[in-house]
């Protein structure tokens, strides 16, 4: 069944930099469209990127753009943010999202908390 | 990319209907038939619930419906649950090729 798992969370300092994973199971990776999304603990959500299928084209979020980079790994099933220069407003539960048509995002992974603190 | 509009909370009485709106602009929900609403409980990763303005996965029950008219969709629950306590957002397609959120509402079911 798919699956989608994040790693790579954990505590950081502001200007420092982290890179989480999302491990994909059940389908191809490749084969769509992929986002980020975040949420601030006790806020909403907030899109923060994506890489289209064709893995051309990406898009960011005015909050990230410039810091963050999403990539992804064909041999590896796995989708990457490359977060850059943090900052405390970047702590938020990073959730790895699959695009089923026009942004609808099917599956979720479970999240992976990032804190950027002193 | 300014967060779509949603009330922050909404309630109802098991078996009523209610409705969660959403407005946007024409560069967002208005200019593109690509809005969806999500359900999230507590600590939980959100659910699809509709896609496509109005459209359900499989397996989300026809309790739940969605419609659009101009900048603002809208979600509706009809016959409330008390597992249908959560919060909902809806999120639209943009003209700049990303995604923006709503604020969130919470629905507590009295």
């Known amino acids: 069944q798919v699956q989608l798992v994040e790693s790579g969370g954990g505590v950081v300092q502001p200007g420092r930099s982290l890179r989480l994973s999302c491990a994909a199971s059940g389908f191809t990776l490749s084969s769509y469209g992929m986002h980020w999304v975040r949420q601030a603990p006790g806020k909403g959500l907030e899109w923060v990127a994506d890489?289209?299928?064709?893995?051309?084209?990406?898009y960011y979020a005015d909050s990230v753009e410039g810091r963050f980079t999403i990539s992804r790994d064909k041999s590896k099933n796995t989708l990457s943010l490359q977060m850059n220069s943090l900052r405390a407003e970047d702590t938020a539960v990073y959730y790895c999202?699959?695009?089923?048509?026009?942004?609808?995002?099917?599956?979720w992974g479970q999240g992976t908390l990032v804190t950027v603190s002193s | 990319q300014s967060a779509l509009t949603q009330a922050a909370s909404v309630s109802g009485s098991p078996g009523q209907s209610i409705t969660i709106s959403c407005t946007g602009t024409?560069?967002?929900?208005?200019?593109?038939?690509?809005v969806s609403w999500y359900q999230q409980h507590p600590g939980k990763a959100p659910k699809l619930l509709i896609y496509e303005v109005y459209n359900r996965p499989s397996g989300v029950p026809d309790r739940f419906s969605g419609s659009k008219s101009g900048n603002t969709a809208s979600l509706t629950i009809s016959g409330l649950q008390a597992e249908d306590e959560a919060d909902y957002y809806c999120s639209s397609s943009t003209s700049g090729n990303t995604d923006v959120f709503g604020g969130g509402t919470k629905l507590t079911v009295l």
């Open positions: 890489i289209w299928a064709d893995g051309i084209k990406i």
């Open positions: 999202a699959r695009d089923m048509s026009h942004y609808a995002f099917d599956y």
């Open positions: 024409s560069s967002d929900v208005g200019g593109y038939n690509y």
